[in-house]
Structures are given as C-alpha cells and as structure tokens.
C-alpha cells in the first residue's frame, strides 16, 4: 500500500504541491487528474525520491521509499527515455537488470510481451527502426517487465491509438489483479473513468477532489440526462433547470440544475407515451472536472 501524508513541495515562493494525502491499497487504480501544472508530475518526483517533499511523509508498505523499494516500482514518465541505437531487446534487458532481475529469465519473456502489446518488428532490430507508436510501447514493456508492485504512469496514453490505448488498459488491469498498487495521470478521462477504483483531482497544487470514482460522480447528483425524443430543444429550454442541451449519438445530453428537473422532463416528454431513450445519470468525469475548475477560478 502506498501512502502519501501531507506533502507539501514549494519552488522557491511557488506551492508546486500543497498539503497532498492520499493512499493507494494493493490492487487498486487511483487515477490522478488536473490541468498541466497542476502538480501531478511533482507528486510522482516526490514518490519516487526524485523530489524531497518540504512537508510530509510517503511510505510504500509502512516504510519510507528507499533504494530496495525502488526496485519494486514500474515508472514510465511523460518524457520517454529509450536509447534509439540500442535493440528492443537491450533496452528492455538494461532495466530489466536495473531492477535487480536476471538476463536469462527476462530473456524468455520479451518475445510474450511483443505479442501482448502487438509490438511491430523484431527484438533483435535498433529502436530508432521501430515507429514511435512501437518505441512507446517498448518503454511500457521495460516499465512492466519486471512486474512491479507499485505502477507510476505520467500521461502513459499519449501518443497511442485507440487501439493500442486499449492494450494498454487492459495490462494495467492485469496488473492490479495481481496485486499491483497503481497511480496514472491522463487527460483523458474517457481512460480515468474506465480503469480507476479512486481519483484525485489536483488544481494548483491543492486536492480539491477524492475518493472512490462512483462515489464522487454520484455525490453531483444525477444531473446529466440522455434523451431521445422528437421534443424540441426550445420546448426544453423552457423548463427551469435546463443548463445546456447538445447532440449525442442518436439523441441529445441535457445537462440539469437538479435531478428533479429530469422528473419536469420525464413527464413532458412521455405524456404521449412511449419515447426511445431516457437516461438520468451522474455527470461524466470530464464534466466534474470542467465545474471543479470554474468553481475553483471562481473562488
């Protein structure tokens, strides 16, 4: 288990991270999300001893993070850093041994990775052969290799397709099944809402958001409404509570002051009976995320 207790890490007079805690248990997936800046990338420095945090403590299983603990972690930071003249092999074997493993029992695996991850070309070619989308996921194999128990993942998605991204998810799922603990930052929160038991939303430096996922959506209330109707959008915007209408797929999202304003609309819309679709649901993350930063702008 991973626990982060009150960090703070100041730049001079600059707060990168204020007064930061949060906790990851043994097979559980915290997503961390904010605007660039936010403090996401100080946050891993600091778990990873890169940063020493001016106020706080972090332990990794009741004990501070120490040379032994880092052996145990799987980091892949925004900023990739992979030897291009090396082969896909050589890297992977470099931090493969970093963390303490053995040649010949790495060497087994790679050729498994490479299917795993539909790596397109050989073990045995230079990286600088590979595309980038395939050096990308040579840097996630080196990052998985030795099968971490804790998995720090900054903006692990970018520069992945769709399909790959997909990959991706579903090894970091593999991983915590296992057992793994894991934080990743991503702004897509498309990926956050897919794979993480918890969140943390950090807005300049400060957690203004956490806990478990469908909690925190449920807590907005159900305020989203999908619809599928042949009312129009200026009989809906007549109704007191409507904030926002928009097109979706075969219908339209109506974004609501309060639920009870869904109940207005259930019964405009069915009072001729039968409609397609009705669907009042908790805002979308990316929604949570969008009031959290007026409010705090707001503030």
């Known amino acids: 288990m991973l626990e982060v207790k009150n960090i703070t ?8 991270v204020e007064d930061e805690s949060f906790k990851i248990d043994d097979g559980k997936i915290l997503g961390l999300i904010g605007q660039n800046g936010a403090g996401k990338s100080t946050t891993f420095k600091m778990i990873l001893n890169f940063l020493k945090p001016d106020q706080g403590e972090i332990f990794w299983n009741g004990q501070k993070i120490s040379d032994p603990t880092l052996d145990e972690i799987g980091f892949l930071p925004e900023e990739r850093g992979i030897d291009v003249n090396l082969t ?25 990775w490479f299917t795993r ?46 399909v790959n991204t997909s990959l991706f998810l579903n090894e970091i799922k593999i991983a915590a099944k296992n057992g793994a603990s894991v934080i990743f930052s991503s702004h897509d929160m498309g990926n956050v809402s897919e794979i993480s038991d ?30 599928e109707s042949p009312i129009s959008n200026d009989e809906l915007r007549k109704i007191n509570g409507v904030l926002d209408i928009s097109n979706h797929e075969l219908g339209r999202i109506i974004r609501l002051a309060d639920e ?36 705090f702008t707001n503030e």
């Open 88 to 112: 896909a092999e050589q890297q992977i074997l470099f931090f493969a041994e970093l963390h303490g493993l053995k040649r010949k029992e790495v060497q087994g695996k790679i050729d498994d």
């Open 198 to 227: 918890d969140i943390l939303m950090l807005i300049k430096g400060k957690a203004v958001l956490s806990g478990d996922i469908n909690q925190v959506r449920s807590s907005f209330g159900r305020t989203q409404l999908y619809l």
């Open 9 to 16: 890490k100041k730049f001079g007079n600059f707060i990168a």
């Open 117 to 162: 991850f539909d790596v397109r070309g050989k073990k045995t070619d230079k990286i600088k052969k590979f595309s980038k989308g395939n050096q990308q996921k040579i840097q996630i194999i080196a990052t998985l290799i030795h099968n971490p128990k804790l998995l720090i993942l900054d903006e692990p998605f970018s520069g992945l397709d769709p």
């Open 260 to 295: 009870k304003t869904g109940e207005k609309i259930f019964k405009l819309v069915t009072k001729n009976g039968f409609i397609p679709a009705f669907s009042l649901q908790p805002p979308t993350l990316d929604e949570i995320f969008r009031i959290k930063i007026d409010n």
